[in-house]
């Protein structure tokens, strides 16, 4: 593969010294002249009708200088299917629901004003389990859709199916089959800095929203239409503070956001609405939770027959755009290995369970966590390595899936190779079981993941707009964000390349509405190759203009001139080498045709619209990969202790390795909270354990070895052979850890997380008694 000098170097964050010096101004940073703090009322109970709501005494508190309702607001609906209000009126269903809201001059007197807030109820019936919603019987969470339509179940109208090949036919090729049903729960974000917005409309009646949101551009559209709703014929501007983690929990708008819009045009000042943890746990959305049921088989050889994939999810009170995730589950269910005939099929269902968001790796770790565990179960019905078992079905380059996926480079061989090698897979496996209170094991599971964007929405393009001044400084303005994962960087590696100048001449600007381009915002690990293209796009348009401005001013053909090292360099004729300043200014300043170089470029990937049957390319690349885990199990306590950890990806090419293996270390550690210790616990509905010390993340001393390999395939489609690579590190976490408990210790967990108590349950059920000693 060609060598770069910028692209492919592992360069630290270009916003690294701004954020450890404590410079860097976050949401609960920011401030304006006159702001007034906003806090929200919410419902004390599960399901029930609002018979009145008395703010009077709130009112009374010094300091507030206004309280609003459903009853005294326009209402404000809003998220994928606008079954939700930023204020509800007539009825609640999930606890966090909102029922009123008040600014006031300081955080204590806005708080002192929602505790003052009674409101009087009337209980009603509520429904907690998914398939129970689904009964006849089961009381209704809504009566009737946005449009007024009665419904007659909790059933979402949502249409997850897609199917390919003869099921029937794969299944009576069949020679071995295994089958089973896993159940995943629900886990939030963690986000280091919670949610928040500050709202302030101008003399004009322009709205202006501070925001860390994951999606600028199409919050703007949200935020639009909540001023239509409200009568209001201003524009909106969005503006992104730095965030503080996003992991996909911004990747809709929130009730709190509008509810800051209407408190904001109520009192004509700013109005910041901030959450404490408590209430980022209790009131933004977590990971759907889902019951899932897995049966696939294989012929004599080993060779994958069929897959049929059943689910069913919580979606919780309202939709957001975790409703839509079974369109990516399909994607690792039909074309994660070849196997030619499958089925997959997904039902959400209304439960007065908090209502549920995208989350890092939209829907394909919960599949993949019943997919690669059962894949374990079949080779070991087979007689099958698992390892050889994945070898003889990896995907291939050039294969289109039966989804219609279109392969161009693929990975996933050297991925299972590069894993089982570090892990001394032929040594180690099935040497668990024997004597001994704390036994090993080993296993691994693999990913599929879009690695070239997800047309999941109506464009799934990026816009870029580049200038360069006449010192040769050069701004970046593009429509994606930064949320963390280092875009400010992999854009300067990608401009600095093309323009062969150093990364420190170049200036990204992201994250204002006003000023940079549309993009669809930040999810499906999209970024590096979508705004990584769109940068190049124009990087390469103000490449041209500089070249073709240098042929005339050194009379030498074009194909002979490049940009490199900050010059124009001559390949055949050094001397006619030139400083790119000077030519800068040669080409602003000259005595005719003055002229600055720009540029814009808007990136669409060439991808198909997931929906209809759901076949087709929707994605520019795909991204595969394979981690392998040692573990160390206590059959006295079931403590699972993770010894050695292997994750090896296929990037494409690796823009920046040292940023690559920060995703894919803190990506890993989060599989495994997913795996072993995250779960949000809800009883009725009430969420019960909203603190960190209830809820186990891991933390720093939690830390294991990671050993991540990185697999350059140098795919064309991405920049200089890029694959996105934010998401894949943790789908795969939790089955590789799953398998590797069963190599130990002998026992299948098929429910997530995988604390001590189930996998101590688990050994006491399979061995009748009071455990091995």
Known sequence: MTAYACVGQPLPKADGIEKITGRTVYMHDFKLPGMLHGRIKFADRVSARIVSIDTSEAERVPGVRAVITAHNTPEVRFG???????????????????????????????????????????????VFDPEEALGPDAPLVHEADPRGKPLEDNRLRLPWKVEAGDLEQGEAAAVHVAEGEYDVGWV???????????????????????????????????????????????????VNAAIGGGFGSKLDTYAYEYIAILLAH???????????????????????????????????????????????????????????????????????????????????????????????????????????????ELADKAGLDPYEMRL??????????????????????????????????AGKRGQGEGGGRKRRGVGMACLLHVGGGAKIYKSDGCGTLIKMDDQGYVDV???????????????????????????????????????????????????????????????RMIRDQILAFAEQLTEAPREILDLRDGQVVCQED????????????????????????????????????????????????????CHGVEVEVDVDTGHVEIVRYVAAHDVGRAINPLLLKGQVYGAVLMGIGYALTEEMIFEQGRLRNANFRDYKILTARDAVPVETVIVETDDPAGPFGAKGIGEPGLVPTAPAIANAIYDAVGVRLHTLPMKPEVVLRALLDRDGGPGPA
């Open 188 to 238: 939030t974000h963690c986000c280091m800095g919670t949610s928040g917005c500050v709202a302030v409309f101008d003399g004009r009646g322009d709205l202006t929203v501070y925001s860390n949101t994951q999606i600028p551009s199409l919050a703007k559209t949200d935020f639009q239409e909540a001023l239509k709703a409200m009568g209001v014929r201003g524009r909106v501007r969005v």
């Open 392 to 425: 003889r079905n990896a995907n291939e380059p050039g294969e289109t899936t039966p989804q219609g996926f279109e392969v161009t480079t693929c990975g996933h061989r050297e991925c299972l190779e590069a894993v089982a090698e570090r892990l001394d897979w």
């Open 80 to 126: 994928f299917l606008k079954d939700n209000t930023a204020l509800k009126k007539d009825r609640v269903r999930q606890y966090r629901d909102e029922i009123a809201a008040v600014a006031a001059t300081t955080p204590e007197a806005a708080e002192e004003a929602v505790r003052k807030i009674r409101v009087v109820y009337e209980d009603l019936p509520a």
């Open 266 to 376: 109520r009192t004509r000042r700013p109005v910041k609405v901030e959450f404490d943890r408590e209430e980022e746990f209790v009131a933004t959305s977590p990971r759907q939770p889902a019951r899932i049921r897995v049966r696939q088989g294989c012929d004599a050889d080993g060779r994958l027959t069929f897959r049929h994939i059943s689910m069913v999810l919580d979606n919780g009170a309202y939709t957001s755009w975790g409703a839509t995730t079974p369109t990516v589950m399909m994607m690792p269910a039909t074309s994660l290995y070849r196997v030619p005939n499958v089925r997959f099929e997904a039902t959400c269902v209304y439960t007065n369970n908090t209502y549920c968001q995208a989350m890092r790796g939209y829907g394909t770790p919960q599949v993949t966590f019943a997919i690669e565990t059962n894949l374990d």
């Open 574 to 625: 050094p001397s006619k080498n030139l400083p790119l300043e000077k030519l800068l200014y040669k080409a602003h300043f000259a005595k005719t045709g003055n002229t600055m170089f720009m540029a814009s470029h808007f990136y669409e990937p060439d991808t198909r619209l997931l929906a209809g049957d759901f076949k087709g390319n929707y994605s520019g690349t795909y991204t595969w990969g």
């Open 477 to 539: 303005f593009s429509g994606s964000m930064d949320i963390g994962q280092g875009l400010d960087t992999v854009l300067r590696q990608i401009v600095a390349e093309t323009l062969g100048i150093g990364t420190d001449r170049v200036n990204v600007i992201v994250g204002d509405t006003d000023v940079c381009p549309w993009d669809v915002g930040v999810h499906a690990s999209r970024s590096t190759f979508v705004a990584g293209n769109a940068a190049l796009g124009a990087a």
